[in-house]
């Protein structure tokens, strides 16, 4: 209750009562956006409506500094509520459903190994398959589909599970509809995702979606879930759900399924299959305020017309991240091709969002049509498919050649490049004991030319930036060692560069691995022990950095 306050006018009393916390004042969800009076006691950042949402915030002892926006261009998506480091964990999400893809070989439906028709163990309720009878007899994700299937006397034979028949693909839509009655708050977040049926209809799946539908209500006489049920939980399965298992199943997260996609993402996501978990880490520092995206496609090194047309197929929608609208794409200019005309400038779309965009050279103004653009595209590319990964000298021409069509740093060029960055140390006449330095000094380059690409339309601490700093430093150590040993160098300039590499390779391991690396601030000599314990470094590398922890000054 408030008294003997003196108000000048009625605004200056809005202003100092609404800056009074009224703990009736409803706030908004941080998840599902309802009106709610529960607020998070650790962090005091978000409210939430019931328990299940304030887990999903906080799901042990740490909060998650997240929480979900909405506009009616991007629908939902989520939003930093405080500044994120690099590397710090954003989000875990538990699979809400698991299980086989729309097109698929058949997998067990425990494990999701594939599995032969010929070989398959048969569950001996309903006839689905299982790998072997450890899976059978465990069978813990079986449950549902194996009650509803085995309802109709007729077991599945194997007939039935060819590659598209949508029989084990309707094993997950049972899955899913299933929670309406197992889990209903978790269904209730499944409800609410979006499901593309508008487009998914004039798509190859719808056919697939009717035989699964075909399969259901006639095969199994299921009637609890109509028509628009399954169709649209295979919608939704299509539209928000992601691959696990080696592109063999289908996993869906409801609360990661709101992260938008951004070409130039700041989080990254890793998924553990095994448990069906996925964790959402800061690729680079986010601030307050700041949307967290993620990359929804696997393949970075797209032209911006391929790329965007291939968002359009899989999503349903016109991606306009910073990298689509730009032309130059953040000025790595991945797309532009070498202009045939003033052999000056180079060739971009004019209007980078519009498809069909006539392309022209920013400084001749030389147009050609996106046609045209793609048609040399893809003559480049079956001409750069044909060269063997192994051949060195031939993709080494290609690079001096190409630049009179590609930019230098076009998408196929950056693909040779790295094909070709790894080649050095592994192709035949030119693995790591037959390496010059000159050779060496070749790979650096190559590397750094990636990273100095990947840093504007990848930027942060990536996978693919740990693994080129893993690699090099490799070969640096081993240049190092060389000198060592010819005495070109003196132990204190080896000791000088064996202390960057440790250092860089500090740096490798936390962005291999995608989360922050409790490691060993100390010694040089205990920090290279540290590594050595590091599996993902290799029994290789290992053996090298135990060789020279045996000289005597290290």
């Given at each position: 209750k408030v008294t003997h306050l003196h108000y000048n006018s009625k605004r200056d009393q809005e202003i100092e009562m609404s800056s009074?916390?009224?703990?009736?004042?409803?706030?908004?969800?941080?998840?599902?956006?309802?009106e709610c009076y529960k607020t998070c006691e650790y962090c005091n950042n978000v409210s939430y409506c019931k328990e299940s949402h304030r887990k999903v915030h906080r799901p042990g002892s740490d909060c998650f500094h997240f929480t979900i926006a909405h506009s009616s261009s991007a629908g939902r998506y989520m939003v930093a509520t405080q500044d994120i480091s690099a590397l710090d964990l954003i989000l875990v999400d538990e699979a809400a459903v698991l299980g086989p893809k729309l097109q698929h070989q058949?997998?067990?439906l425990e494990c999701f190994e594939e599995v032969g028709l010929d070989t398959f163990i048969p569950c001996?309720?309903?006839?689905?398959?299982f790998c072997s009878d450890k899976c059978r007899l465990a069978a813990s994700r079986h449950r549902a589909e194996c009650d509803y299937v085995g309802r109709c006397g007729q077991k599945i034979g194997k007939e039935e599970l060819g590659e598209n028949s949508g029989v084990l693909?309707?094993?997950?839509?049972?899955?899913?509809?299933s929670l309406k009655h197992d889990q209903p708050d978790l269904y209730e977040s499944i409800e609410k995702l979006e499901d593309n049926m508008k487009d998914m209809k004039?798509?190859?799946?719808?056919?697939?979606?009717?035989?699964?539908?075909?399969?259901?209500?006639?095969?199994?006489?299921?009637?609890?879930?109509?028509?628009n049920d399954i169709n649209r939980a295979l919608c939704i399965l299509k539209s928000n759900g992601c691959n696990l298992a080696g592109f063999r199943v289908r996993g869906l997260f409801p609360t990661f399924s709101l992260i938008n996609h951004s070409c130039v993402r700041n989080a990254r996501h890793i998924v553990n299959s095994n448990e069906g978990i996925i964790e959402v880490h800061a690729q680079r520092d986010i601030a307050a305020g700041e949307e967290i995206n993620i990359r929804y496609t696997t393949d970075i090194l797209e032209?911006?017309?391929?790329?965007?047309?291939?968002?359009?197929?899989?999503?349903?929608?016109?991606?306009?991240?910073?990298?689509?609208?730009?032309?130059?794409?953040?000025?790595?200019y991945t797309s532009a091709l070498s202009c045939q005309i003033c052999k000056a400038g180079y060739v971009l779309p004019a209007k980078p969002l519009q498809f069909g965009s006539v392309w022209e050279c920013e400084n001749c103004g030389e147009e050609m049509t996106e046609d045209e653009e793609e048609f040399l595209y893809k003559k480049m590319k079956n001409s750069l498919?044909?060269?063997?990964?192994?051949?060195?000298?031939?993709?080494?021409?290609?690079?001096?050649?190409?630049?009179?069509?590609?930019?230098?740093n076009h998408c196929l060029l950056l693909g040779v490049k790295q094909t070709l960055f790894t080649a050095y140390g592994s192709a035949p006449g030119l693995q790591l004991q037959d390496l010059t330095p000159q050779h060496i000094q070749r790979k650096i380059k190559l590397a750094d030319e990636l990273i100095e690409v990947m840093d504007k339309i990848d930027p942060g601490?990536?996978?693919?930036?740990?693994?080129?700093?893993?690699?090099?430093?490799?070969?640096?150590?081993?240049?190092?060692?060389?000198?060592?040993?010819?005495?070109?160098?003196?132990?204190?300039?080896?000791?000088?560069?064996?202390?960057?590499?440790?250092?860089?390779l500090e740096q490798a391991v936390p962005w291999i691995a995608g989360e922050k690396v409790d490691m060993v601030a100390s010694s040089l000599r205990e920090r290279m022990m540290w590594l050595v314990s590091v599996k993902m470094l290799g029994e290789g590398y290992r053996m090298m950095l135990n060789t020279v922890m045996k000289l005597p000054y290290v």
């Open positions: 009074l916390e009224n703990p009736l004042k409803p706030k908004s969800c941080f998840l599902c956006g309802v058949p997998v067990c001996r309720m309903c006839g689905l398959p693909a309707a094993v997950t839509v049972i899955r899913l509809l004039l798509s190859e799946d719808w056919i697939i979606q009717e035989r699964i539908i075909k399969f259901l209500q006639e095969r199994c006489g299921i009637t609890d879930f109509s028509k032209t911006v017309s391929t790329r965007r047309k291939n968002i359009k197929a899989g999503w349903y929608f016109d991606c306009s991240c910073i990298r689509c609208k730009d032309k130059t794409e953040c000025g790595s498919d044909r060269i063997d990964a192994s051949d060195v000298k031939g993709m080494e021409q290609v690079l001096s050649l190409a630049k009179n069509i590609l930019h230098p601490l990536t996978a693919l930036k740990g693994r080129i700093l893993y690699e090099v430093d490799r070969f640096k150590l081993v240049m190092a060692m060389k000198s060592l040993q010819a005495r070109t160098i003196s132990i204190k300039e080896f000791l000088f560069i064996l202390e960057q590499i440790i250092t860089e």
